[in-house]
């Protein structure tokens, strides 16, 4: 159940969100016995299998079984087990640690402090994303920032360390350093990403010197693994561009496939390599399709081709698994079975959830990233929950680990370990259904046709009665339907949130699917459906429709009590302002970019100074032109208005990124001293206005703040705030000299928001209001119950504008300076 990715990141569609990347951390010291050990990454094997454990049989039903839980701190690093002792990573809020803890009652045994915490980015949580390793009586582990570091099992004690940054020139991933060691012998290998021939490293194990290192590629989130290929144990690598097939204890070449995939978001960033039979490899190369190709050996020369690409596994960042002829992972929120044989989709299944999958026994072993955990048969023929168990609140975006008969499963806050037990029967777990409002007329409409002889017929006829869909029931109802030949039917978009849609209702033995729902009357925001092929749509029955970011072209609800804008519509005959182009070339970023700028109604036939706002970003479906035609004389002063377009490649980059300050200089040190000469501007602070939205609204704060006294109003609509860098920007907030600021801030209800990976826009606003509030600042605007990008922000820029220059009286706009 997945939303199309426009995502920054993402690219949000990196946005928000390729943060979740803890997937690659991975660990090999050779196989221990009956599959008691889990000693790093994907397990014993590195293929996330245990298949002799003895704990699960067909045709037997189990109970899941809490043995014991250990709080922790925030952290994606999976739990690593050797003998009695379990292993991870962690962050306490102020430090990052590995801690260890006795694997029978979770009592801690020491912990180990790597440094201050690495903050999360873009949404992600705090702390370390690698996984630890343990072998030969130490533990390896990979900080996020790079520190690569041996201890000793049984103490915790620092044996050696060294910084990647520092030794390889390895250039630290956006959301941390995640790739983990692995053990060949006595050589410790990473996937380091420094340049020269530093993509890949060995390091004495024993001491942290440097052995050998091979490649030149980028290194994001994708770990090494040891295998056997032709005869032969090889250490396999995936970096940006290429995978590689190198001689484990020298780094010799043997062989290089170039894989062209994608390295961002669900691409080749986060692809750890699946080994299958016959000298087979699966690579999620790509967000779009994933592909299956084959080792050859000619005349002792090997090479690689191609056997088959599926899009049946595709933008999800679990790693997949292999079982007896068949792959098992996530087709976006779906877990899906592919034959790997052909690369068809055998089935796909909205249960147990978006998750995390290993092997134990034939059975998949589930954690879900609503802290749930599932097991069931690993079956070509589908999935059935066999044991279940609703492990807890807490987020969770680490696969489980299994050792000693028992599952270790980790999450934000905790790690439990829980016991296999047999049983006579399954427990079936009530399933609340959603989407549905008794007492209501449509309630009652669906009860009917539920138990009609002629459900074709009567549908039909409710159906031609409804005069526009949704179907609007008093002023606060609002029922979703979709007619179609299909299984099931999800419904997205901005009620929900990023990655979080929700099955419809289905009218059994009909066409008809449906979802009922409270919302605000004066509510306006997007929605799709998704069918179960996950092909995206709008509303059939709904003329309007939007393309708004994250998500794309969606269908758009508008309660009754949500009108349409008035300063929107464009007025034939009326005398209107006019947009100018202005050119400019930059010195510090050496680059010509053009201005477009808004000047009212009796700029060109006056001599009269204006005031000046500067936006941060183009004019685009903003509709500013149109809306200060209507509004200026009448509600708003006169005012020019500059549209600042992109100078750098994307917009996290520009605004909030490492070219922040680039832009702050080139907006304050070139674009208002041109603007400010080329145009008659009444240049004093209390006419300077500092405008943007998202990550455009941020640089209006931050310019704002930065250079005190400099603008006199701050318009906001839904800024980018990080409540993890709060802390960086509050004291410019909360400083003693307070400014005179008119301040303009809105949000949406239905903002971005990703459920499953606890990053919501809406909740950085109010965080953002708060500290303003804080600093003494008090601002008109706050939380509307509409959805985002410029389609929503333009119903308010009426608002905006009126707020920071208001149409001032006879007697007052008379003093107007001349030149």
Not at 82 to 101: E, K, N, P, Q, R
Not at 326 to 351: P, V
Request: charged share 20%.
């Amino acid at each position: 159940m997945i939303q199309r990715s426009q995502f920054y990141p993402i690219t949000i569609s990196l946005v928000i969100v390729l943060v979740h990347l803890m997937l690659a951390g991975s660990a090999w010291s050779g196989i221990p016995e009956k599959g008691n050990d889990w000693p790093g990454w994907r397990g014993p094997n590195m293929d996330a299998t245990v298949s002799d454990a003895g704990v699960l049989e067909q045709g037997q039903n189990y109970q899941l079984k809490v043995v014991w839980r250990k709080a922790l701190g925030t952290g994606y690093s999976a739990v690593s087990i050797v003998g009695g002792t379990a292993i991870t990573m962690f962050s306490d809020g102020t430090a990052d640690y590995v801690t260890a803890l006795n694997a029978d009652d979770g009592a801690e045994l020491w912990r180990f402090k790597i440094d201050s915490t690495y903050l999360g980015r873009f949404g992600s949580q705090n702390g370390p994303v690698s996984t630890p390793l343990i072998a030969d009586d130490k533990v390896f582990a990979l900080g996020p920032r790079g520190q690569l570091f041996a201890l000793n099992s049984g103490t915790g004690e620092k044996l050696w360390s060294a910084n990647l940054v520092e030794t390889h020139a390895s250039e630290p991933p956006f959301y941390g350093f995640t790739t983990s060691p692995l053990v060949y012998n006595d050589a410790l290998i990473v996937e380091t990403g420094g340049p020269e021939n530093r993509a890949i490293a060995a390091f004495d194990k024993n001491t942290g010197a440097s052995l050998w290192s091979v490649g030149n590629d980028k290194i994001l989130y994708q770990s090494p693994a040891i295998t056997t290929l032709h005869e032969r144990q090889q250490l396999l690598c995936v970096g940006g561009q290429n995978v590689y097939g190198l001689a484990p204890e020298s780094g010799e070449l043997l062989w290089q496939y170039e894989h062209q995939g994608r390295g961002g978001g669900f691409g080749s960033a986060s692809m750890n390599p699946v080994i299958l039979p016959d000298n087979q490899i699966f690579l999620t190369y790509k967000s779009s399709e994933s592909i299956l190709v084959q080792l050859t050996a000619v005349e002792g020369k090997q090479g690689v081709q191609e056997v088959w690409r599926t899009k049946g596994l595709k933008r999800s960042y679990t790693v997949p698994v292999y079982h007896d002829g068949y792959l098992y992972g996530y087709n976006a929120a779906f877990l899906s079975c592919i034959d790997a044989a052909t690369g068809e989709t055998m089935w796909k299944s909205r249960q147990p959830g978006d998750g995390f999958a290993i092997v134990v026994d034939g059975h998949l072993v589930i954690t879900t990233k609503k802290g749930g955990l599932s097991v069931g048969e690993a079956s070509p023929a589908g999935y059935s929950e066999i044991a279940g168990l609703a492990l807890s609140d807490n987020l969770c975006w680490t696969p489980p680990s299994f050792a000693n008969g028992r599952i270790y499963a980790r999450n934000h806050g905790e790690v439990a370990c829980v016991e296999i037990l047999p049983t006579d029967q399954i427990a079936k777990a009530e399933v609340e259904q959603r989407g549905v409002l008794p007492g209501s007329e449509f309630a009652k409409f669906v009860a009917q046709a539920q138990t009609s002889d002629n459900k074709t017929a009567l549908i039909d006829a409710f159906m031609a009665k409804q005069e526009s869909f949704p179907i609007i029931e008093g002023d606060d109802m609002a029922h979703f339907v979709f007619r179609g030949q299909n299984k099931e039917m999800d419904l997205g978009g901005e009620l929900f949130g990023y990655e979080a849609e929700t099955p419809m209702n289905h009218v059994s033995g009909s066409n008809l699917f449906y979802y009922s729902t409270r919302l605000e009357p004066n509510a306006r925001l997007g929605y799709e459906f998704i069918d179960d092929s996950l092909k995206h749509l709008t509303d059939p029955l709904n003329p309007e429709t939007e393309s708004i970011p994250f998500v794309g072209k969606v269908s758009m609800l508008a309660m009754p009590a949500w009108t349409e804008p008035d300063h929107l519509k464009e007025r034939a005959g009326a005398a209107q302002g006019r947009v100018d182009s202005l050119t400019f070339t930059s010195t510090v970023s050496d680059s010509i970019r053009t201005l477009e700028v808004y000047l009212p109604v009796g700029y060109d036939s006056g001599d009269s100074r204006y005031p000046v706002a500067y936006v941060h970003g183009s004019i685009g479906q903003s509709k500013l032109p149109v809306t200060l035609n209507n509004i200026v004389g009448k509600t708003v002063e006169p005012v020019v208005v500059v549209f600042i377009p992109r100078i750098f490649r994307g917009g996290y980059s520009q605004y909030i990124g490492q070219r922040r300050d680039v832009y702050a200089r080139i907006f304050i040190e070139e674009i208002m001293p041109l603007v400010e000469r080329e145009y008659r501007i009444a240049a004093a602070p209390e006419s300077r206005a500092n405008v943007g939205a998202m990550y455009g609204g941020f640089m209006a704060f931050y310019t704002s703040f930065k250079n005190p006294g400099l603008f006199g109003k701050l318009g906001m609509q839904t800024p980018y705030w990080d409540p993890d860098e709060e802390g960086k920007h509050s004291q410019m907030v909360t400083r003693p000299d307070k400014q005179a600021l008119a301040i303009y801030f809105d949000w949406g209800k239905y903002d971005p928001r990703a459920p499953l990976e606890g990053w919501d826009f809406g909740e950085y606003a109010e965080s953002f209001a708060r500290l303003l509030n804080s600093g003494g600042y008090d601002f008109q605007g706050g939380e509307v119950n509409e959805g985002f990008g410029q389609t929503s922000w333009r119903n308010r820029s009426d608002k905006l504008f009126e707020t920071l220059y208001p149409l001032k009286s006879a007697e007052a706009e008379s003093t107007t300076k001349t030149e």
